[in-house]
């Protein structure tokens, strides 16, 4: 596995920005490639701009980067918990792929894989993965491992987080005020020094990202690389929805 500028130790600076889609537009992005989801559009949106910003920097890995992505694996049977238990299932970016379709599928059918990984473990085994991960709940045991892998030559098992959570579709209200657009912002630490925060509501779909400024001296330019990705990729699935359309007519 490879590292990259966001794999290292983060200063105490904060830089963060963001970007708002339709949730309309994404879904039918999404029928471009089957069985995609609208996870493995967003992230296909998001290995697209790691790619651009790094090709710019000229610190593009030849392998495809992988992201962390935080699931639910509470059992409703088995489980007295209230509320979520939030493993960790990590998927490839395929920021090696250089067309944007091409990246979707490879997107959808590595997190396809990993879906029927997670069930296969098991919530218990997920469990335990995200106490390997989160400092929050590791303390010590986690800084002790940051330590020796910010030293050494270990590999990194993420690159990133995006972190993808569905929101109300239905308008909501404070104090007669109506809500219109829902962001969200998640932490960076040492070695995962960005954080992809994603969330849906109101039709819309916000891409909130929090790095540190060491890393991310530019923010405004990974925003446009953010931008670009997804132009790119609805484009893309724009054209092969057409494609479609006239082949049919012509038969």
Not at 69 to 82: G, L, M
Not at 139 to 160: E, Q, S, V, Y
Not at 194 to 219: Q, W, Y
Not at 224 to 236: G, I, P, T, V
Request: glycine share 8%.
């Amino acid at each position: 596995l490879y590292r990259t500028r966001f794999n290292g130790r983060v200063s105490a600076y904060r830089v963060t920005d963001g970007i708002v889609i339709d949730l309309a537009r994404v879904k039918k992005i999404r029928q471009a490639s089957p069985g995609a989801t609208v996870n493995d559009v967003i992230v296909s949106i998001v290995g697209g701009a790691l790619r651009k910003y790094l090709l710019a920097k000229d610190e593009l890995p030849e392998g495809s980067l992988v992201c962390g992505a935080p699931i639910n694996v509470r059992s409703e049977r088995s489980s007295d918990s209230i509320g979520n238990e939030v493993g960790v299932m990590t998927i490839s970016m395929a920021t090696n792929v250089d067309d944007a379709l091409e990246r979707l599928a490879a997107v959808s059918a590595h997190a396809q894989e990993s879906k029927a990984y997670s069930s296969a473990v098991g919530a218990g085994a997920m469990m335990d993965i995200t106490r390997g991960l989160w400092p929050q709940v590791t303390g010590a045991a986690f800084r002790l491992a940051t330590l020796a892998a910010l030293n050494t030559d270990m590999p990194t098992p993420i690159h990133t987080v995006v972190s993808n959570v569905p929101g109300p579709q239905v308008p909501l209200y404070l104090a007669g005020a109506r809500m219109h657009m829902i962001m969200g912002i998640g932490p960076v630490m040492d070695m995962m020094g960005l954080f992809h925060a994603v969330i849906s509501g109101g039709g819309k779909i916000t891409i909130n990202f929090v790095s540190c400024r060491e890393m991310l001296p530019d923010p405004g330019f990974y925003r446009e690389c953010l931008l670009q990705s997804y132009r790119e990729l609805e484009s893309a699935a724009i054209d092969k929805k057409s494609t479609r359309k006239r082949r049919a007519r012509s038969v």
